[in-house]
């Protein structure tokens, strides 16, 4: 059985929609985009159910075309592009899974904890503050590097409070979020392959969702938060 695909006219849509990003122009082409938002949609629940292979998924959220332009300088009322997001199951299972189409080569994926809750986070940088062995190895990897390149995320310019500022993880410790992205070409995208990829590349995450969820659902004495 093939695998799913975005076939070349998703982004050719899109590339339409971008620069035609008006009221009028959509609802004249609103069938053509409800038969291709079906399409995309299929690739994204077949892409869950490959997840549920090796993880637990929760929900998939499918993020809508329209823009919330209340607070926005930039009025045009669409998305160029389609994104979803995947919830793994549980309190026991952290981290989550998203993908972004859009043409231009703009598309990408990302996984990790982008902005965690306030206690995460402290969680997290005490555990980082303690030891970064492990951690360090999982990132640094070799088929973890190839997947995924370097950790990413906002960080504070100096050490967050109650930390010390000369403190040899201070790198991993000031850090306000713990994400991996991969971008993609069009041509990426639109390749035979390009399932394949997306869902090897979230398998190789594993082993720093594993870790994480670990430090997450532990006290700093290793014991469960959970019973």
Same mark, same amino acid.
């Given at each position: 059985?093939?695998?799913?695909?975005?076939?070349?006219? *998703?982004?050719? @849509?899109?590339?339409? =929609?971008?620069?035609?990003? !008006?009221?009028?122009?959509?609802? &004249?082409?609103? %069938?053509? /985009?409800?038969s291709?938002?079906?399409? *995309?949609?299929? @690739?994204y629940?077949? =892409?869950?159910?490959?997840? !549920?292979s090796?993880?637990?998924? &929760?929900?998939? %959220?499918? /993020?809508?075309?329209?823009?919330?332009?209340?607070?926005?300088?930039d009025?045009?009322?669409?998305?160029?592009?389609f994104?979803?997001?995947?919830?793994?199951?549980?309190?026991?299972?952290?981290?989550?899974?998203?993908?972004?189409?859009?043409?231009?080569?703009?598309?990408?994926?990302?996984?990790?904890?982008?902005?965690?809750?306030?206690?995460?986070?402290?969680?997290?940088?005490k555990?980082?503050e303690l030891?970064?062995?492990?951690f360090?190895?999982?990132?640094?990897?070799?088929?973890?590097?190839?997947?995924?390149?370097?950790?990413?995320?906002?960080?504070?310019?100096?050490?967050?409070?109650?930390?010390?500022?000369?403190?040899?993880?201070?790198?991993?410790?000031?850090?306000?979020?713990y994400?991996?992205?991969?971008e993609?070409?069009?041509k990426?995208?639109?390749?035979e392959g390009?399932?394949?990829?997306?869902?090897?590349?979230?398998?190789?995450?594993?082993?720093?969702?594993?870790?994480?969820?670990?430090?997450?659902?532990?006290?700093?004495?290793?014991?469960?938060?959970l019973?």
């Amino acid at each position: 059985m093939s695998k799913p695909v975005i076939t070349k006219e *998703v982004i050719q @849509f899109l590339n339409r =929609l971008k620069q035609n990003n !008006n009221r009028e122009w959509f609802t &004249e082409h609103k %069938k053509e /985009f409800k038969s291709i938002e079906a399409d *995309v949609k299929g @690739f994204y629940h077949s =892409l869950m159910e490959e997840l !549920n292979s090796h993880d637990e998924i &929760e929900k998939l %959220k499918m /993020f809508r075309i329209y823009r919330d332009v209340r607070f926005s300088k930039d009025k045009t009322p669409y998305q160029h592009h389609f994104a979803g997001s995947f919830s793994r199951s549980g309190a026991r299972l952290r981290g989550g899974y998203y993908l972004r189409i859009r043409p231009g080569n703009e598309s990408f994926m990302a996984c990790g904890f982008w902005q965690p809750e306030k206690e995460d986070l402290l969680r997290i940088r005490k555990e980082l503050e303690l030891d970064v062995t492990v951690f360090n190895k999982i990132i640094n990897e070799k088929s973890f590097k190839n997947a995924w390149g370097e950790l990413k995320g906002e960080e504070l310019k100096t050490a967050p409070k109650g930390f010390d500022k000369e403190h040899p993880n201070i790198d991993f410790i000031r850090k306000k979020g713990y994400i991996f992205t991969h971008e993609f070409s069009d041509k990426e995208v639109v390749a035979e392959g390009f399932f394949e990829d997306v869902s090897n590349r979230f398998r190789a995450i594993r082993p720093f969702f594993n870790f994480m969820s670990d430090i997450l659902t532990t006290n700093l004495n290793g014991e469960s938060l959970l019973d």
